[in-house]
């Protein structure tokens, strides 16, 4: 229903995504899109390119009077580096006598397959497509998405449960607190205890030249149900999830609701109970995670993604020279220690766009009045069942 197409190297001039198949009519906040960005740029473990860049969108179609228009809407994320990488990274100018190429593939990064693959003699040209830099243009799409949801009563959230290890052992139930918890830690846990033990174990990663990896989770509360489907891989919410949560940066895992817990356990412990109660349907517990058959059930959505530790160590694993064949260590490119924080903002903003496809897929329509009738028009039959 909708779809985006990216491009924009980490330090090229910028970074581009055209979302199509927005309906009109939807009022956008730009400070909501500026907001988003700011966010995946926090946390605790980050390296210095966030000190260089403040994301900001900058929006050249699509959008009128603050209002879409129905057309394809064009995201522009400026990168400030650029400026220290214009000869570097020059698009028509010969490389400088000086350039550097990098020639010793990182451990776990595209380096390796990317530089065979696309015949590259520079591992960078591989490096900076592939670098997480382009989460930027994941939360800008995905932003867009979120504030479709909200206009609808859809919300979505997460924190982070796991860093190196340390989990997240407790945590509230009442919705706006958990939020502003999460918020307002530095490592995006809603634990204050796990909170510490995950700041000083990233201070251990920074003293060793070593990387952590962790688990974020993802909530969506307010979805109806009816969002995806049974039929089809591509139509099943749950395989669309998996599939868009995989393909961020270092996400090496997903699991919807208890996921692999699941598999521990038996079947009375895992699905839960249904009741029928003041004229709906309730559930007592949520194992499913919202998602039964691929079809959304009217409970939060809960997804979580789990990300390897960066694979950019400055005490770097043992790599070859791909000139010379010779045992070298890896390449060392900044980076950060841990961006689990700044994957679960990304997360969240992916599962947005994710929803809000299969949201329109079930309500359609080329407005936002458009799908506000059908939407009305769909709850009065689910009030009747
Ligand atoms: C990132 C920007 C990158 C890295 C990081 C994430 O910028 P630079 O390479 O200039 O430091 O800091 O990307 C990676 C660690 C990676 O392996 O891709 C960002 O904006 O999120």
Not at 81 to 86: I, K, L
Not at 89 to 115: C, Y
Not at 117 to 135: F, G, M, P, V, W
């Amino acid at each position: 229903m909708i779809r985006y197409l990216s491009a924009g190297e980490s330090h090229g001039p910028e970074l581009t995504v055209i979302v199509d198949g927005f309906p009109s009519g939807l009022r956008v906040s730009r400070d909501e899109l500026n907001r988003q960005l700011k966010r995946r740029q926090l946390g605790y473990g980050r390296g210095y390119r966030q000190q260089i860049e403040s994301d900001e969108v900058e929006v050249t179609s699509g959008i009128r009077f603050g209002e879409t228009l129905g057309s394809p809407i064009t995201l522009r994320i400026a990168n400030r580096d650029w400026v220290h990488w214009t000869e570097r990274m020059s698009i028509w100018d010969e490389p400088p006598a000086n350039l550097k190429r990098v020639t010793r593939p990182r451990p776990g990064h595209a380096d390796l397959g990317g530089a065979i693959k696309y015949q590259h003699e520079d591992i960078r040209n591989i490096l900076e497509r592939a670098s997480a830099r382009n989460t930027a243009t994941l939360v800008a799409a995905g932003a867009l998405a979120r504030q479709l949801l909200r206009h609808f009563g859809i919300e979505v959230a997460s924190h982070v449960v796991e860093i190196g290890g340390i989990r997240a052992q407790q945590w509230t139930n009442d919705w706006s607190a958990w939020v502003q918890a999460a918020e307002s830690s530095p490592v995006r846990t809603a634990d204050a205890q796990a909170e510490a033990q995950m700041m000083a174990k990233i201070d251990e990663a920074k003293e060793r030249g070593d990387t952590l990896g962790g688990v974020f989770e993802v909530v969506v509360r307010g979805c109806p149900v009816g969002l995806g489907s049974h039929v089809h891989p591509d139509r099943k919410l749950d395989g669309r999830l998996a599939q868009a949560i995989m393909s961020i940066q270092a996400i090496k895992g997903v699991e919807i609701g208890l996921g692999f817990e699941a598999a521990r356990r038996w079947g009375s412990q895992v699905h839960d109970p249904i009741h029928y109660e003041n004229g709906r349907y309730t559930r007592p517990s949520n194992g499913a995670g919202g998602l039964e058959g691929g079809i959304t059930n009217g409970q939060p959505l809960v997804v979580r993604g789990a990300m390897k530790p960066i694979s950019t160590l400055y005490t770097p694993l043992m790599s070859v020279d791909m000139v010379t064949k010779q045992p070298e260590p890896a390449a060392v490119e900044r980076s950060d220690y841990c961006a689990v924080p700044a994957a679960s903002v990304v997360a969240e903003n992916v599962v947005a766009w994710v929803v809000a496809d299969a949201f329109l897929e079930k309500f359609g329509g080329d407005s936002i009045a458009e799908i506000a009738e059908r939407v009305e028009a769909y709850q009065r039959q689910v009030a009747k069942r």
